[in-house]
């Protein structure tokens, strides 16, 4: 009768750590290219919308890296995305860009948090130099999620479109410069009157 005692608890801690799991939130594997019609969804109530938008129960073992997505207004179709410990911002038509932690901080990556877009602001100058040197360079302001608010400054140039009308085409991605904010300023001092 003693031997059994043992295994009897063994058998009860198992029972009872196999049923409490039942309670939890379902996790989710969202993509980060949804089209522009599943962004808004919160497939935790609507789960119709789920295989239409390539979302899918995420497994630990399989997913071990569930990226989080929050969207920026300005410019259109930008976002920021985190995945594991790595933060990178989208555009459009580009290769993502890796920050650093110090770069955007105050942000939160959350399945609610998802749907709501990034309040930021989008500042975008255009230019020549004496050379005839095009510059095209824009400041993003992103507020943070935590109070107080602090406000994430990223400077960005946008590179020229190689090769010509004829060999270039839209899935032709750029790789987006980062630029220091300071030397934005006085890029913009400068030039623009």
Known sequence: MKQFLPLAVL???????GSSSGGKKEVLYIPTDMPDICQ????????????????????????????????????????????????EIRFPNTFPVT????????????DSKRLAKIQNTMDYKEFYTESKERY???KLTIPSDSKPEVENKLCFRVPELKGSERT???A????MEMLDCDALDELVKKYVK
């Open 11 to 17: 058998v009860f801690i198992f029972v009872a750590c």
């Open 40 to 87: 808004n969804v919160d497939f935790n109530v609507d789960k119709g919308m789920r295989k239409e938008c390539g979302v899918k129960p995420a497994r630990y073992q399989a997913y071990r890296n569930v990226p989080m997505q929050r969207h920026l207004i300005n410019p259109n179709q930008a976002s920021l995305v985190k995945t594991g410990n790595k933060i």
């Open 99 to 110: 920050l650093d932690s110090s770069q955007i901080s105050g942000i939160a990556f959350s």
């Open 136 to 138: 095209k360079l824009f």
């Open 168 to 170: 270039r085409s839209v």
């Open 172 to 175: 032709m991605a750029a790789q």
